[in-house]
C-alpha cells in the first residue's frame, strides 16, 4: 500500500494542475462547510454562474432523483436534496464538462450508474438514495483526471485496453500502477468531498474492502456492473465485471424480486436516454 500511496504521489507530481473548475465551485466548496450557510445563499452562489446554475437545474431535473415535478430553482434543489448531493452535482457539472467528445461515453456510463444506483437503494429502502446515485455519478472521475492532465498516459491505456483484450482498470494498472477508483479518491479529497462519496469512488471495484459506507460501496459496486452489461455509454472497455457475492449478499439484493426490479431499471434507463436526448434547457 505505501508503494501505491508514493506512485499516486509521483503521479500528483507529474499532474501540472487538476482539472480546472470554475470559481464559484471552489467558493462553494467551502461556504456548504458553514453552519451559518442557507439554501438561499448557496442558490444564489449557483446562480450566479449562469451555464452551471442551467447544467445544474437540468441534472437535478433529470430522471434519476425522482421528482414528479420540475425544479425550478436551485434553492428548492437544494432543500430537497440536501448540501452534499447539491455538492457532488455540481462538481459533476463541471467536472463532465471538462471531457471532450470521446469521453461522452462514459458521461453516459456514469449517468445510467446513477440511475441504477438510485433504482438499487430505493428498492432496497437505503437512506439517502440521492447521495448514493450522486457517488455512482462520480465513481470514474479518476479517468476523467488521466484523460485530462495525462493524456500520453491515457492514450497507451488504450492502446494496451484493445491489443491486450483486458479491462480498462488492468491497463490503468500496468501503465500507471494505480487504478482510476485510487485516483478518484485522491481527486475527491483533494475537492473536499465528503467520504460518504469519496468512499464509493475508492471501493467501487473492490467492495470487500470497504470499512466505512459498506451499503453505499456495494450498490455503486453492482449498479456499475449492470450498467455496463446493459450497454449503457462506455466504461473503456466492453468487458462486464464479475459482481461480488459478498457485496451483493450484504446488502440483501437476494430479496428483491430481480425480474421487477430490472424491468423497473430498464424503464429508467430509457427515460435517461430521452433525458439525454433532449435539447439541454437554458
Known sequence: MSNKVQHLKVLARKIQSLPTLPKVVEKLMTMVESPDVSPKDVGKLISSDQ???ARVLRLVNSPFYGFPGRISSISHAIILLGFNVI???VLSASVFDLMERSMIGLWEHSLGSAIVSGTISKSLGLGEPEEISTAALLHDIGKVLVR???SADYDRIVGVVNARQISF????LEVLEVDHAEIGQWLSREWNLPEKLSV?????????GAVQFKDRVAVVHIADAIVRACGVGNGGDPWVGQISRKAW???????LD????????MENLEEVEM???APAGG
Not at 169 to 172: G, V, Y
Not at 202 to 208: C, R, S, T
Not at 258 to 265: E, N, Q
Request: glycine share 10%.
Open 200 to 208: 464509493p469512488i475508492a471501493g467501487h471495484h473492490d467492495p470487500e
Open 169 to 172: 482498470r488492468e491497463a490503468e
Open 148 to 150: 485530462v492532465s495525462l
Open 51 to 53: 451555464v452551471l446554475g
Open 87 to 89: 455538492k457532488g452535482v
Open 275 to 277: 433525458y439525454q436526448q
Open 258 to 265: 430481480l425480474k421487477v426490479l430490472m424491468k423497473r431499471i
Open 249 to 255: 449478499e450484504s446488502i440483501g439484493m437476494d430479496s
